[in-house]
């Protein structure tokens, strides 16, 4: 009987993850709605996990887990989590409500089906606001107030993002409004069993995950105990190579001095919708043509700088990056870049004809970034009060400015920077610079209230001069592949000889790696101020410093974590830095401005880490299978133990994000593709830490073949959503 539900709780499991990543991949050519309808919705789907759960809490009384309390109570807590979420399916309710200012009243919302339910008391919009970042048209928060008359009794509250509203087991969230503003939609979520039900299994599941840190007869615990830990070597055959593209041969086009283009770069650009350096502009704009921040020796501002003032030299310089061949055969271009001059008007229209794929479409957002850029249209560097209103407006070299605004404002708005361009072509830097400063003052006194706090302007424009990831990321790579291959050689000769130099000098490199990305962090989040942790590019770098983190932290107690470290961390930020060019440094929306998100990414990070050293781990064991079955099956004790932090961090990391889906959006899952996989990812690498049922684990080459076939689903949760998938959680960088 035993078997049969060992056999029946496990391959049901396994039956789910299949159905689970067969459903992102139907999902994408059929859509969500379609998927609701036909897999998550239904009644088989329902069935399959009532069925691993009824066997596995049967399974788990065979097995006498409850002799075993952290085991007992993990395994409890999951059970009870499932039972919350089929009490939400049967008897929770979930639609929407439109309210008008209007319209007075309402007493019944809609489901998504379309049928309608009434409320225990009526709702009224008194007023809906939009509030945005000062001195910027990007939206800060949606905020509805409404009015509840339930009987004789009136209640007037707040509904806006991340802010719910309850009454009579209720929950009103902020979900859109009219374009006209005077009306708003409201979700409506009414389930007072399943969210308790649920969040008692969260709570469970937290308390399992501490009794598996201190008790001592947890699985966890025993293995810390192991003596085969002690002597553990890590070593990995692992090859890499790193190459980098090098700057334009010969002389650059000329630019402002570098002390003069920093000045420029000191202005304050509306930009992205938000106030920044000019010299965020003039990075993105760098790294957007030429896929990187500098060029041949010049920074960002001096590159910016001179398509402003030197248009017809530069035109003829080869520094736009085309990745596509056939663009630039059809441009006509020799080589990876092209110039601006190949950009003619015939080979443009003869790009744009028909429906451009994205090759060509990203041609030709080089070409347009230019034409903005050196017609002024991009440089919105004048504040004025616009007289109709009131409002603060940013105005470019060839906006329209508003007749009533005062003669002298108008024409020194038109005349400022044609000024400096005379300036540049006399060659009067001198000059040059205090009429910056005067721009500076004007804008400093025009717009001085909603202009960014001075720290975290000098603390953008810092982030910008300390920009050496590549750099750190060769560096990191580098050091740890020396000290593998130094190890592997150690290890197969069986020599008792250790490399005490290229140990100090990648511990030396992880060591000047984490001041750096701690520095890099600090700067970005002090910049935006949120914690940089909202897009691909922001999180990978987070994950290089959570592997740094946990390398410093362990490296004492298992050594040759040091070079994993290296290895990984220099990986992740070279992944960060694969893109054109770093994702802009924008305001959070809405919806991300929660502290639940950052807690959330980075525990999942947290993870993330662990199973890419856990990567690294098993590979290097399923070398040594044949050379050192020893080595391999130490290898295995350190991936077990790797196994519970990085399966408790994601486990943490998907309930808390959980919560913080239930209070933006009203419920706490939603099948989303990222939702997903993680669930498959996790349920994936549960398997291994189930040798004592499942026998095939028990043996070092299955489990480190495991372990390396396993991280595809990382792959697919981190990067085959956002490229292939889609879905809300899909990052933007």
Same mark, same amino acid.
């Given at each position: 009987?035993?078997?049969?539900?060992?056999?029946?709780?496990?391959?049901?499991?396994?039956?789910?993850?299949?159905?689970?990543?067969?459903a992102?991949?139907?999902?994408?050519?059929?859509? !969500?709605?379609?998927?609701?309808?036909?897999?998550?919705g !239904?009644?088989?789907?329902?069935?399959?996990?009532?069925?691993?759960?009824?066997?596995?809490?049967?399974?788990?009384?065979?097995?006498?887990?409850?002799?075993?309390?952290?085991?007992?109570?993990?395994?409890?807590a999951?059970?009870?989590?499932?039972?919350?979420?089929?009490?939400?399916?049967?008897?929770?309710?979930?639609?929407?409500?439109?309210?008008?200012?209007?319209?007075?009243?309402?007493?019944?919302?809609?489901?998504?089906?379309?049928?309608?339910?009434?409320? +225990?008391?009526?709702?009224?919009?008194l007023?809906?606001?939009?509030?945005?970042?000062?001195?910027?048209?990007?939206?800060?928060?949606?905020?509805?107030r409404?009015?509840?008359?339930?009987?004789?009794?009136?209640?007037?509250?707040?509904?806006?993002m991340?802010?719910?509203?309850?009454?009579?087991?209720?929950?009103?969230?902020?979900s859109?409004?009219?374009?006209?503003?005077?009306?708003?939609?409201l979700?409506?979520?009414?389930?007072?069993?399943?969210?308790?039900?649920?969040?008692?299994?969260?709570?469970?599941?937290?308390?399992?995950? &501490?009794?598996f840190?201190?008790?001592?007869?947890?699985?966890?615990?025993?293995?810390?105990?192991?003596?085969?830990?002690k002597?553990?070597?890590?070593?990995?055959?692992?090859?890499?190579?790193?190459?980098?593209?090098?700057?334009a041969?010969?002389?650059?086009?000329?630019?402002?001095?570098?002390?003069?283009?920093r000045?420029?770069?000191g202005?304050?650009?509306?930009?992205?919708?938000?106030?920044?350096?000019?010299e965020?502009?003039?990075?993105?704009?760098?790294?957007?043509?030429?896929?990187?921040?500098?060029?041949?020796?010049?920074?960002?501002?001096?590159?910016?700088?001179?398509?402003?003032?030197?248009?017809?030299?530069?035109?003829?310089?080869?520094m736009?990056?085309?990745? @596509?061949?056939?663009?630039?055969?059809?441009?006509?271009?020799?080589?990876?870049?092209?110039?601006l001059s190949?950009?003619?008007?015939v080979?443009?229209?003869?790009?744009?004809?028909?429906?451009?794929?994205?090759?060509?479409?990203?041609?030709?957002?080089?070409?347009?970034?230019?034409?903005?850029?050196?017609?002024?249209?991009?440089?919105?560097?004048?504040?004025?009060?616009?007289? !109709?209103?009131?409002s603060?407006r940013?105005? @470019?070299?060839?906006?329209?400015?508003?007749?009533?605004?005062?003669?002298?404002?108008?024409?020194f708005?038109?005349?400022?920077?044609?000024?400096?361009?005379?300036?540049?072509?006399?060659?009067?830097?001198?000059?040059?610079?205090?009429?910056?400063?005067?721009?500076?003052?004007?804008?400093?006194?025009?717009a001085?209230?909603?202009?960014?706090? %001075?720290?975290?302007?000098?603390?953008e424009r810092?982030?910008?001069?300390?920009?050496?990831?590549?750099?750190?990321?060769?560096? #990191?790579?580098?050091?740890?592949?020396?000290?593998?291959?130094?190890?592997?050689?150690?290890?197969?000769?069986?020599?008792?000889?250790?490399?005490?130099?290229?140990?100090?000098?990648?511990?030396?490199?992880?060591?000047?790696?984490?001041?750096?990305l701690?520095?890099?962090?600090?700067?970005?989040?002090?910049?935006?101020?949120?914690?940089? #942790?909202?897009?691909?590019?922001?999180?990978?770098q987070?994950?290089?410093?959570?592997?740094?983190?946990?390398?410093?932290?362990?490296?004492?107690?298992?050594?040759?974590l040091?070079?994993?470290?290296?290895?990984?961390?220099?990986?992740?930020?070279?992944?960060?830095?694969?893109?054109?060019?770093? +994702?802009?440094? !924008?305001? #959070?929306?809405?919806v991300?401005?929660?502290?639940? #998100?950052?807690?959330?990414?980075?525990?999942? &990070?947290?993870?993330?880490?662990?199973?890419? &050293?856990?990567?690294?781990?098993?590979?290097?064991?399923?070398?040594?299978?044949?050379?050192? %079955?020893?080595?391999?099956?130490?290898?295995?004790?350190?991936?077990?133990?790797?196994?519970?932090?990085?399966?408790?961090?994601?486990?943490?990391?998907?309930?808390?994000?959980?919560?913080?889906?239930?209070? @933006?959006?009203?419920?706490?899952w939603?099948?989303? %593709?990222?939702?997903?996989?993680?669930?498959?990812?996790?349920?994936?690498?549960?398997?291994?830490?189930?040798?004592?049922?499942? +026998?095939w684990?028990?043996r070092?080459?299955?489990?480190?073949?495991?372990?390396?076939?396993?991280?595809?689903?990382?792959?697919?949760?981190?990067?085959?959503?956002?490229?292939?998938?889609?879905?809300?959680? @899909?990052?933007?960088?």
């Open positions: 009987m035993e078997k049969i539900l060992k056999y029946c709780s496990f391959g049901t499991l396994a039956l789910i993850v299949v159905v689970l990543a067969a992102t991949v139907l999902e994408k050519f059929y859509g !969500t709605a379609w998927s609701s309808a036909h897999l998550y !239904t009644a088989w789907f329902a069935l399959l996990w009532t069925l691993a759960a009824v066997s596995g809490a049967a399974y788990i009384g065979r097995r006498g887990l409850a002799k075993q309390p952290a085991a007992f109570l993990l395994h409890l999951l059970l009870v989590v499932v039972a919350g979420a089929g009490i939400t399916r049967v008897s929770g309710l979930q639609g929407t409500v439109h309210l008008r200012t209007d319209k007075g009243a309402v007493f019944a919302f809609t489901d998504r089906d379309g049928r309608e339910h009434p409320f +225990p008391f009526g709702v009224e919009l007023d809906f606001r939009v509030e945005r970042y000062p001195g910027t048209d990007v939206p800060m928060d949606f905020e509805s409404i009015r509840i008359t339930e009987g004789t009794e009136h209640l007037e509250g707040v509904v806006s991340n802010r719910i509203f309850v009454r009579s087991g209720y929950r009103l969230y902020q859109g409004y009219d374009p006209d503003r005077c009306g708003t939609i979700a409506v979520s009414h389930d007072p069993w399943g969210i308790g039900v649920t969040y008692a299994g969260y709570a469970l599941l937290g308390i399992a995950m &501490m009794l840190a201190v008790d001592r007869r947890s699985g966890f615990r025993r293995l810390l105990r192991s003596p085969l830990l002597r553990a070597s890590f070593v990995l055959l692992f090859a890499t190579a790193v190459g980098s593209a090098s700057a041969d010969g002389a650059v086009p000329p630019a402002l001095p570098r002390e003069t283009a000045e420029l770069g202005l304050y650009v509306y930009y992205n919708g938000r106030i920044c350096p000019l965020t502009l003039a990075h993105e704009f760098t790294a957007k043509l030429c896929g990187r921040s500098r060029y041949g020796g010049l920074t960002a501002e001096q590159v910016l700088s001179g398509w402003l003032f030197y248009y017809d030299d530069w035109k003829h310089e080869p736009i990056r085309i990745r @596509s061949a056939g663009v630039r055969r059809r441009l006509g271009a020799e080589g990876r870049r092209v110039c190949d950009f003619h008007n080979a443009m229209e003869s790009l744009r004809t028909g429906k451009m794929d994205r090759a060509t479409a990203e041609a030709d957002e080089k070409f347009r970034i230019v034409g903005m850029l050196c017609s002024g249209g991009m440089l919105r560097i004048f504040p004025y009060t616009d007289p !109709t209103d009131g603060l940013w105005a @470019s070299l060839v906006d329209d400015l508003p007749r009533e605004l005062p003669h002298e404002q108008r024409v708005i038109r005349s400022a920077m044609n000024y400096v361009n005379e300036l540049v072509v006399r060659r009067d830097f001198d000059r040059v610079a205090e009429v910056l400063h005067g721009i500076r003052a004007y804008q400093e006194r025009e001085g209230e909603v202009l960014p706090a %001075p720290v975290r302007f000098r603390a810092l982030y910008h001069a300390s920009d050496f990831s590549r750099a750190v990321a060769m560096a #990191l790579v580098a050091a740890g592949f020396a000290v593998c291959a130094l190890q592997l050689r150690r290890t197969v000769r069986r020599s008792a000889v250790r490399s005490r130099t290229a140990h100090r000098l990648c511990m030396g490199v992880i060591v000047l790696g984490f001041a750096f701690t520095l890099r962090l600090a700067l970005r989040g002090c910049a935006s101020g949120h914690w940089p #942790l909202s897009n691909g590019y922001e999180t990978m987070f994950l290089a410093w959570c592997v740094l983190s946990l390398t410093l932290c362990f490296g004492r107690r298992f050594r040759p040091w070079s994993f470290g290296a290895l990984a961390a220099g990986l992740a930020l070279l992944v960060s830095t694969m893109g054109e060019s770093n +994702p802009q440094i !924008t305001p #959070l929306i809405p991300l401005d929660s502290p639940l #998100l950052s807690i959330h990414v980075a525990l999942v &990070m947290f993870a993330y880490a662990l199973l890419l &050293m856990l990567l690294f781990n098993a590979a290097t064991g399923l070398l040594l299978c044949r050379l050192r %079955p020893a080595e391999a099956v130490r290898m295995q004790l350190v991936g077990r133990l790797l196994l519970y932090p990085a399966l408790f961090a994601l486990t943490a990391g998907i309930f808390v994000g959980a919560v913080w889906a239930n209070i @933006s959006w009203g419920r706490y939603g099948w989303d %593709p990222k939702e997903v996989w993680a669930l498959v990812t996790l349920l994936v690498y549960a398997a291994p830490l189930h040798a004592g049922s499942l +026998p684990f028990r070092a080459d299955h489990f480190h073949a495991y372990c390396v076939a396993a991280f595809l689903s990382v792959l697919v949760t981190y990067f085959g959503v956002n490229l292939l998938l889609g879905g809300l959680h @899909s990052y933007a960088g």
